[in-house]
């Protein structure tokens, strides 16, 4: 059974830096990892992802402040997030391909002065 555990979300004020951590275990080997966020009130939604190949995709709007990197051999990705705004309040959840997708708990980013 592979499970997602996503670490690194805290209070922060506008313009700080935060960087995210999920993790995968339980397989040898992992597929295509995301980074997904749910606001208050609002539905979950796309912020980037990448394969094992490193290729990254991310979502229209994150204007370059936000980075995905992959640790293949810890099944590790990371979401560096730079220039944080309130707006990037959310749960941050992790997704992780395998023969289907597992999904982590999530990690709270908070954004306020």
């Known amino acids: 059974q592979v499970r997602v555990v996503e670490s690194g979300g805290a209070v922060v004020q506008p313009g700080e830096s935060l960087r995210l951590t999920c993790t995968a275990s339980g397989t040898s080997s992992i597929g295509k990892m995301s980074w997904y966020r749910q606001a208050p009130g609002k539905e979950r939604e796309f912020v980037a992802s990448?394969?094992?190949?490193?290729?990254?995709n991310y979502a229209s709007g994150i204007g370059g402040r936000f980075a995905i990197s992959r640790d293949n051999a810890k099944k590790t990705i990371y979401l560096q997030m730079n220039s944080l705004k309130p707006e990037d309040t959310a749960v941050y959840y992790c997704?992780?391909?395998?023969?289907?997708?597992?999904w982590g708990q999530g990690t709270q980013v908070t954004v306020s002065s």
């Open positions: 990448i394969t094992s190949y490193l290729t990254v």
């Open positions: 997704e992780a391909l395998y023969d289907r997708a597992f």
